[in-house]
């Protein structure tokens, strides 16, 4: 019997291993940054963690949901290895690279909140980061903030998070945070000179007449912000087209799109993404991109959308019936990932063809789906079969697609 319950025992550690990962933190400032600064913060959280009367399970769970948001090639255990190397040479390259940067922030709140994990005095805890905040250069006042911010994330309370936001400074973004705050914060809205963010818990319909500011119309919401982020929003485009425009980068997740005859469109963007995002019922083109770098479509879902149109003349010209350029050279790259198009494409009420009925755009597409997915002409006749009734250009890349009832790849 003993050798069941070691083989249980070792399953049992496996899964614990494995729990972080399931709740691994993402969008953490860090991710983004090089390794060189991400092996400096991490070592010096493990540090904190370690520094009364050790690390405790709830501390490691947190740290390692954090370095597996923000590394994959290191583990929580490397980096407590790490921790032990720690001189004044570490300490002195650790307060020049975060002393100026905006990320010191998150380090001091990602402390209180491991600190306030621990189960035996934490007081020494405590007194090393205050210690490192004044290093730092970090102000009584974005102290006081930073730590009642800490207090609504460890109690997950929403309340104590808009009286921590009262007492925000105009220089810390609420929206660094979001890692945390997301699972509490029912509505996080943040607002800066180049950056805008707008987040629900549940996807929720949004009126942007709600919301009056210089980036919206009566009837548009023209986004000219250097970084846009949204999420599980539902938007009817019949009552606000939405126009990015000039943007670094974008990213629309979880969102639904409620189609009509306005096209979403984008022009002048370097970097879209596009996430667990449903578009459905588009009677014109869905996407209309104009010289954009790159655009990644990953697990998003594409209802009923067909571009009506009247063409009489120039048989089999590529439709881009739902992802569209004028100038499709101007698209850097086109990727479309795990996505689902059901009964989309195109519809002309003449007598003429069309070919890319998807995508006039060269795209790598893979493990997607494709389901009744044609172009008709005289409103309801299917194109004749020809090799240039297609869903992509013929330079597109496809990988373990699969097709029921639509027109072949390219």
Known sequence: MQIYKEKANLLREAMKNNKAKLYTVINHPLASQEEYYRDLYLKMLCLIAHYSDGINNSQLFLLQRLILGVTQDTSAQEYIRRATEADENFLEDFIDGFKTEELKFAFVVDSLVLSAL???DTNGQLQFIAELSEQLRITASEIKYLALLAQSIIEQNQDKFNSADEARPV?????????Y?????QV????REDRFSMSFQERTLYNFDQKADHYLGPTS???RK???YLENMIINTKDFQLAFVGCEKIELINCEFIG???SIHFKYCKEIRLEGCTFRDFKERSLILEEVTEIKLISCDFNQCVHNYSRSSGDWEKLGGVIYSQNPSEIQHLFIEQCSFKDCGGVNDRYYFSSAIISNINGRVTDSKFINCWNYHNNDECDPENPLRTLFPVSSLSKNNRFTGSAKFS
């Open 221 to 223: 919401m023209l986004m």
């Open 226 to 228: 250097s970084y846009i």
């Open 260 to 262: 009509s005859g306005n």
């Open 118 to 120: 621990g189960n035996q």
């Open 181 to 185: 705050t997301k699972a509490y914060v």
């Open 171 to 179: 220089n810390i973004s609420s929206e660094m945070f979001h890692y």
């Open 188 to 191: 996080f809205i943040s607002t």
